[in-house]
């Protein structure tokens, strides 16, 4: 069954994105996904429950990459770094879904709109833990985080929101390398650029920042 809803969405997330939400029927989903019509209707309703379920796969996708990709790793700045990159790579394997997000999320019923906005503070919880972790050991400054995460999050939307300038230019990774020795410009004190630099030459970070302020918290790599 969820292999069977898996294809679904994805053939829903080819079709709306190829010729939009409103002008998709679910014939041509059906089509897509090599099913019959009779069948669609064995696991959905109507055609909005398959852009709710499209939508809803993006957001799954954070929160089944990003807790694995942190196992084992206990240093505060490492877990960030990998966070954002395991989140990243979720935008670079779904960008279709990613910008069929920004695009139709309006959509949706009220009711499921408010599913999708509770499901995505989920999973910005779990950048913001990440965030806090590294303002307690004194890495970061003490920073607004919500306002930090949301700008971490729109980052690594960007990936796919405009995947045809990025992508032609450099892998995921590279883009987040990139990305975050321009974010942490501005939040990392000096113990923070100092143990960023160690990360960076052990290969797990991006290259630090030159200065970083001085350190005002607790000292845990």
């Given at each position: ?11 829903a997330i080819a079709c709306f994105s190829e010729h939009g939400y409103h002008s998709t029927t679910i014939r041509d989903v059906a089509e897509r996904a090599d099913v019959s019509i009779g ?174 302020k001085k350190n005002a918290g607790h000292r845990r790599l």
């Amino acid at each position: 069954m969820e292999r069977r809803r898996a294809q679904l969405t994805q053939a829903a997330i080819a079709c709306f994105s190829e010729h939009g939400y409103h002008s998709t029927t679910i014939r041509d989903v059906a089509e897509r996904a090599d099913v019959s019509i009779g069948l669609i209707y064995q696991y959905v309703g109507d055609k909005e429950d398959l852009l709710f379920m499209a939508l809803q796969a993006v957001l799954d996708g954070y929160m089944r990459q990003i807790p694995p990709a942190l196992e084992g790793i206990t240093g505060p700045l490492h877990r960030f770094c990998v966070a954002v990159q395991a989140y990243s790579r979720v935008n670079g394997d779904s960008v279709d879904a990613t910008v069929l997000a920004y695009r139709e999320t309006k959509s949706l019923r009220k009711e499921r709109r408010s599913a999708i906005m509770r499901k995505e503070l989920e999973t910005n919880e779990l950048m913001a833990a990440c965030v806090r972790d590294c303002i307690d050991a004194g890495l970061f400054e003490d920073i607004d985080v919500d306002l930090f995460v949301y700008q971490i999050v729109m980052f690594c939307h960007a990936w796919a929101l405009k995947a045809w300038h990025f992508a032609p230019k450099m892998d995921v990774d590279t883009y987040v390398e990139r990305g975050l020795r321009l974010m942490l410009r501005g939040v990392l004190t000096k113990a923070g650029a100092k143990w960023m630099r160690k990360l960076e030459a052990s290969g797990v970070a991006p290259a630090a920042p030159e200065g970083g302020k001085k350190n005002a918290g607790h000292r845990r790599l």
